[in-house]
């Protein structure tokens, strides 16, 4: 009786040993099975529906004489693309006007005196750093003023913000440079070190309007077949 009953404990004992390694051997995958399961569910969460977008591509089609340039690209390190449009060629102090998706709603992203941003039909940012310039030109009689600001945007709102602005002027009679800084006069060694924090950047882009997909026909376009950038 007792050698029977060494005996079930024994394999008991045996039993409760081997399921233990089973069940230990068995957590990394379990682990690796949800880590892979919660990956999915965020990659669903992140794609977003472009097609928001299309309602704001035909409002300036009708506002700028049934032709404007669009595309899609990536301005901050998010997963949402900014719709940019870029409504005509070479003008003059005219650039890119942005949108992004905030609650499933295409906003618009605006400074308090801006409405786009860039110059001369041009669009220059930084992929993914949320960095993005609109420059300017103001010719007078005596001096031709230059002006680049340096944007970011926040993600919540749509507001855009200016972080820096550098500006240089030039008389044309003794082609003498001044440099500005945020408003203040700094010397030629200052600015250019306070550029360089941007201009040093990987990542800078710069398009223009031929470089995106050009809408003719506003009944034949939908987002989701613009050119990519």
Known sequence: MK???LLFLFFCALFISCGSEIKNSSQPE?????????????????????SVY??????YFDKFDYEISVG???INDDDIEELIIIPERDVE???????????NEAVPVIAPNEQSFGGNGGFTYYDRKNYFVHSFEI?????????????????KTGEAVMLDEFTTTCEFDTERYSYYHNG????EDDYTELY??????????????DDLTIVKDINEFNISNIREI
């Open 72 to 74: 899609l690209l990536f």
């Open 3 to 5: 050698k029977k009953l």
């Open 196 to 209: 360089q924090n941007y201009t040093s950047l990987d990542g800078e882009k710069t398009i223009t309007y």
């Open 184 to 187: 203040e006069a700094v010397t």
């Open 30 to 50: 379990l682990i690796n099975n949800i880590c892979q399961t919660e990956a999915m569910q965020q990659s669903v969460n992140t794609k977003f529906d472009y």
């Open 93 to 103: 102090n005219e650039g890119a006007y942005i949108f992004t998706i905030i609650d």
């Open 54 to 59: 299309n309602d704001i591509v035909e409002y």
């Open 139 to 155: 010719m007078g009689n005596e001096d031709v003023i230059s002006t680049e600001c340096y944007y970011s945007f926040n993600i």
